[in-house]
């Protein structure tokens, strides 16, 4: 795991050109996403910007580490300020990023994850008080893993009944490389399966937004405040969340995190 610790070495490997600097932040559809939950924010990134984390994700893997480690990129969480300040805009309400994300590389033939909701605490459908960030890095038709969702106004068990998962009444949504999708935490949704004739791997990125404020737990984050170790952190804490959902994490990486996270907590305690 020494290319991981070494800020230089592992910037070699990921290789990511300086992105989102300076571009335009797209807006949402607000009442839709009131209405139906989710909403599509298609321009997040440009093309060379989504194939610049895609190539940074590639290399990662190709390199035989985990696609997660994209988030030690500043460049990655920069993605993150950046849905987070579109959502405030569209929202009228401000956002703030959490210490909560994964990267997904979904090879053909593989399937996202399955069915279930962010947050199984009812919120606000027109501020919802945390919000799910889906961001294509690389073209999602429907063969390729595309995410589905149950809109809020087809779901027979919103608002009452938000533990049953009832996947009929889904919607798919292909995306182009660079979109996001942002959905109210309280909507059912997956990732679908790859055919295996899928021309590549599914690439992307995600984030957790909460509204300013909002009684709801988690870590907020200042994306330009993360140095490589805290990034590391991050990444550690997130395959200890979320790693059983990955059969492909090898058992060495397991080992790193838990060895990170105890790490992280002794040197706080020191301070
Ligand atoms: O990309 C996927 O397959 C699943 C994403 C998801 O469910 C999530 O981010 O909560």
């Not at 009832?166 to 679908?192: C, E, I």
């Not at 200890?240 to 907590?265: D, I, K, M, V």
Request: charged letters at 25%; proline letters at 6%.
């Amino acid at each position: 795991m020494a290319k991981i610790e070494d800020a230089a070495e592992l910037g070699r490997l990921v290789g990511v050109a300086r992105i989102m600097e300076g571009s335009a932040v797209p807006a949402c559809d607000g009442a839709a996403l009131a209405r139906t939950g989710w909403t599509e924010l298609p321009l997040l990134l440009s093309d060379g910007e989504a194939r610049a984390l895609a190539d940074a994700a590639t290399r990662i893997v190709a390199g035989g580490l985990p696609a997660v480690l994209v988030y030690a990129c500043a460049e990655t969480w920069r993605v993150g300020a950046r849905v987070a300040e579109a959502m405030s805009a569209s929202l009228g309400a401000p956002y703030e990023l959490l210490a909560d994300a994964w990267a997904f590389h979904v090879a053909p033939g593989a399937s996202g994850w399955s069915p279930h909701r962010g947050s199984y605490d009812l919120g606000d459908r027109e501020a919802p008080e945390l919000l799910n960030a889906w961001i294509a890095l690389t073209d999602v038709p429907i063969e390729s893993s595309c995410m589905h969702v149950v809109p809020l106004d087809r779901d027979v068990h919103y608002p009452t009944d938000l533990r049953t998962h009832d996947t009929r009444a889904s919607q798919p949504l292909p995306v182009r490389a660079g979109a996001a999708l942002v959905w109210n935490a309280n909507v059912l949704h997956w990732g679908g399966a790859s055919a295996t004739h899928a021309p590549g791997p599914r690439m992307s990125i995600t984030f957790t937004l909460r509204r300013l404020g909002a009684a709801r737990a988690g870590r907020a984050i200042e994306a330009e405040r993360l140095d490589h170790r805290a990034r590391l952190d991050i990444v550690a804490d997130q395959v200890l969340l979320y790693g059983e959902l990955e059969r492909s994490l090898p058992a060495e990486f397991h080992e790193w995190a838990r060895l990170t996270h105890a790490l992280a907590g002794r040197s706080r305690k020191e301070r």
